[in-house]
């Protein structure tokens, strides 16, 4: 759901990070996020005034006792009931509880009492952030927009098999826009022995399944609204670039393999005209894709 926030003025409510009054735009579901409190409340018994106001939607494990882990939950017969109907906020509004749903929606089929205690902080959490939705303003032309992709790991977060979890956010941005346009929380499927590996892991899906595949829509784009004279010599001036690479970035043997093995493209050569820009905060990995 939409609403028209056309006359908010975004530079107050994003702490006047925005040069210029533009307009936006919220996706709302905030509806949906109290139907989900009230359903928790219906089916486990308890009352509002049992919810307490918690920071984070996530419980720390050191508050958990071993006991927790051995005994079967109250909420196993409808815990689905609940915890897909918080899934369905978290995929479109709100990333910030999207690790913690992940968590008990993998967990549904065996239900312990460690999940009761994650399920209740997590409503509780819902319950007092109600109000949050997800804010997107466009205020710059399309030329001074570019996509930006957010990649981080958490290193053997998860006890019970020491595996990593993968997160990602890419935005439209421009120096009065921002616009989100996916997120993804998603468990590894093995075990990494450093962060850095953890961090690798991470780049590379959320490059492949959000990053390319926008930067290729984006790209597409941008050709629209682009002159077709400037894309001519855009092609041009590329073309000529990479039969100069091909020439002397290569030796003879190398230029001999690849025309053996040549597999034409089943994508239209890029312009150019698109940009990604990844933020990494691992510097192991930053050295190493510079190095690639």
């Known amino acids: 759901v939409m609403s028209d926030a056309s006359q908010t003025p975004w530079q107050d409510r994003l702490g006047g990070r ?8 919220e996706y709302d ?9 009230t359903r928790y409340l219906e089916l486990s018994g308890k009352k509002l005034s049992d919810l307490k106001y918690v920071a984070t939607p996530g419980i720390n494990d050191d508050q958990l006792d071993s006991a927790d882990y051995a ?6 017969k409808c815990a689905s009931k609940i915890v897909l109907k918080c899934l ?5 509004t709100r990333p910030d509880i999207y690790w913690t749903v992940n968590l008990l929606a993998k967990s549904v089929h065996q239900w312990l009492k460690a999940c009761d205690k994650r399920l209740l902080r997590l409503i509780s959490y819902m319950h007092f952030t109600a109000d949050m939705v997800l804010v997107a303003f466009v205020g710059d032309p399309i030329q001074d927009c570019v996509l930006v992709l957010f990649t981080d790991a958490s ?15 890419l935005f439209l941005m421009g120096p009065n826009t921002c616009v989100p346009l996916g997120h993804c929380v998603k468990k590894q499927g093995a075990v990494s022995h450093s962060s850095t590996e953890a961090e690798i892991i991470a780049l590379e899906a959320t490059v492949r399944m959000d990053g390319l595949p926008t930067l290729i829509f984006w ?20 073309q000529k670039k990479l039969q100069v690479h091909r020439e002397y970035a290569m030796t003879p043997a190398e230029r001999f393999a690849h025309d053996v093995d040549f597999v034409p493209c089943t ?23 510079i190095k690639q």
């Open 18 to 25: 925005c040069r210029k009054l533009v307009k936006g735009y």
């Open 29 to 37: 579901l905030t509806g949906n996020v109290k139907d989900c409190v």
């Open 71 to 76: 005994a079967s939950g109250e909420l196993a």
């Open 88 to 92: 369905w906020v978290a995929r479109l």
């Open 155 to 169: 290193f053997a977060g998860d006890l019970t098999d020491s595996k990593s979890t993968t997160g990602g956010y």
């Open 219 to 238: 790209e597409q784009i941008l050709e629209i609204f682009t002159p077709e004279e400037e894309l001519v010599k855009i092609h041009k001036n590329r």
């Open 267 to 289: 994508l239209p050569m890029s312009s150019g005209l698109a940009k990604l820009y990844i933020l990494e905060d691992n510097e192991p990995v930053i050295k190493m894709m």
